[in-house]
């Protein structure tokens, strides 16, 4: 065991300055889905945790021109509310395809934005790997089967959440707040590839949080959806998904964004995929077309070759689900 202590603050605006500008020595608690799991396995030692579920009014769906989010709204929450249902359909798809009831009922949509790798290597603390300041990301020799095929090196991770490829599709922006004041930023620039930062997959500085999430309201015409396959049925993390968002006019495609989870480092848009699709109309050739351009700059790894081909299933299946 180790000694931290634990803070309760009462509002939102104390708390960048309860955080460290170092790395490590504070960390924030929300649903605590994975930062426990952190605390547990000794992948993280902090000084202070800082438990955001004394402060209210974080959790909260406000639909209007647009939907907001609060960061502690829970995944179950998102995933059945009516407006988000109704119309924001990946996201609703992705939320409720998050592990199990018990762990939707705990986790929150900023915590499941800032998930650590799943990565085994990662996640066992006997074992240095580059990401914790080693010398070898050891799934380029090692057990791969579960990494990325995207935007890989020098680290292979790939980044767990569910919901960022669906509010990425989507167009969503994050509020954070740090001690130097509020920002807006597009989720699209929130996460970073390993070769960029080794160390951390976004952005968020060391005294920095997320406070809310906006997604703008859906054009004319626009449906959305989020397929995920997994191998336990019942709960587990993607090893491929896709959130597609088609805005329609009659059988012609006027907007097209894809986004995949699961098989990169960041949630990865597919530009290549999403220019088959726009201005044509979305015939099962067409579809195909995009599938295949989805997977054109894959480099897998030793043994998650199959994860290309399942990737063109995907897409195409997420596809073809939008425009039946």
């Not at 924001?88 to 934005?113: F, K, V």
Request: net charge positive; hydrophobic share 45%; charged share 20%.
């Amino acid at each position: 065991m180790f000694d931290f202590e634990l803070v309760n603050p009462k509002t939102l605006e104390s708390v960048p300055a309860l955080l460290s500008r170092n790395w490590g020595e504070t960390m924030l608690l929300a649903g605590g889905t994975d930062v426990l799991d952190l605390l547990k396995e000794r992948l993280a030692q902090p000084q202070r945790l800082i438990n955001l579920k004394s402060i209210p009014g974080l959790s909260y769906i406000k639909a209007g021109d647009g939907l907001e989010i609060g960061a502690l709204t829970t995944i179950a929450e998102i995933a059945e509310n009516a407006e988000v249902r109704q119309n924001y359909a990946a996201l609703a798809e992705a939320a409720e395809s998050i592990a199990t009831p018990q762990l939707r009922n705990m986790g929150t949509l900023g915590g499941n934005l800032c998930q650590r790798p799943r990565c085994w290597y990662f996640r066992e603390k006997d074992l240095i790997c580059l990401k914790k300041g080693g010398e070898l990301c050891f799934a380029v020799e090692g057990l791969n089967k579960y990494h990325c095929i995207f935007g890989g090196g020098p680290s292979f991770i790939v980044h767990p959440s569910d919901a960022a490829p669906a509010l990425m599709a989507m167009g969503a922006r994050l509020d954070l707040l740090s001690g130097t004041g509020r920002r807006s930023l597009a989720l699209a620039e929130f996460y970073q590839l390993p070769e960029d930062n080794l160390m951390r997959e976004n952005v968020l500085g060391p005294n920095e949080l997320i406070s809310a999430v906006k997604v703008p309201a859906p054009a004319a015409g626009t449906k959305s959806t989020y397929l995920k396959f997994r191998e336990k049925q019942s709960h587990d993390f993607a090893i491929v998904s896709v959130a597609a968002v088609l805005q329609m006019e009659g059988k012609v495609c006027q907007q097209a964004r894809l986004v995949l989870g699961g098989v990169a480092p960041i949630p990865w848009r597919v530009p290549a995929a999403e220019a088959e699709l726009q201005g044509k109309t979305l015939t099962a050739a067409v579809l195909a077309k995009a599938a295949e351009a989805a997977t054109a700059n894959a480099i897998p790894l030793s043994q998650n070759g199959y994860k290309v081909q399942l990737t063109k299933v995907m897409v195409r299946r997420a596809l073809e689900k939008l425009v039946k």
